[in-house]
Structures are given as structure tokens and as C-alpha cells.
């Protein structure tokens, strides 16, 4: 999950299976990417974008269910 504190920009996602989406985000937008997505990051802004990153890894691993490629 990603949480944008400053700036605007996009975000592609593609996923493991089905089609590559594009999230356009601006400052207090928060968005969640699938699993195991490949992602990239754009900033269309003239000043610097912030996006705050948030995973389950450590929930995840608590629960003897961490996958790690």
C-alpha cells in the first residue's frame, strides 16, 4: 500500500497475470498494488513527491506464511 504525502505523479502496476494499470496519485491519495506487482514511479510534478510504502511482510512472516522470491 502506498500513501502519497507530497507532490503528484503515476504509479504503473503490472501484475503477475492480467493487464498493466496506471494509478495517477496527488498528495493524500493512498493506494494498495497487488501482490507480487511489478511497479514503477513517475513524478509529473515540478517539486518532489513523497509516497510512503506500507507492507504485511512483518505479519506475514509471524504467521509462517512469508513467501520471498
Not at 21 to 41: L, Y
Request: hydrophobic share 40%; charged share 20%; net charge positive.
Amino acid at each position: 500500500m502506498y500513501h502519497c504525502y507530497s507532490g503528484k505523479g503515476k504509479t504503473i502496476i503490472t501484475p503477475p497475470q492480467g493487464e498493466q494499470v496506471t494509478v495517477e496519485w496527488v498528495s493524500k491519495d493512498t493506494f494498495a498494488v497487488p501482490s507480487w506487482s511489478k511497479v514503477q514511479h513517475i513524478n509529473e510534478g515540478s517539486e518532489v513527491a513523497h509516497l510512503f510504502a506500507v507492507n504485511d511482510r512483518p505479519w506475514l512472516k509471524n504467521l509462517g506464511l512469508l513467501r520471498v522470491a
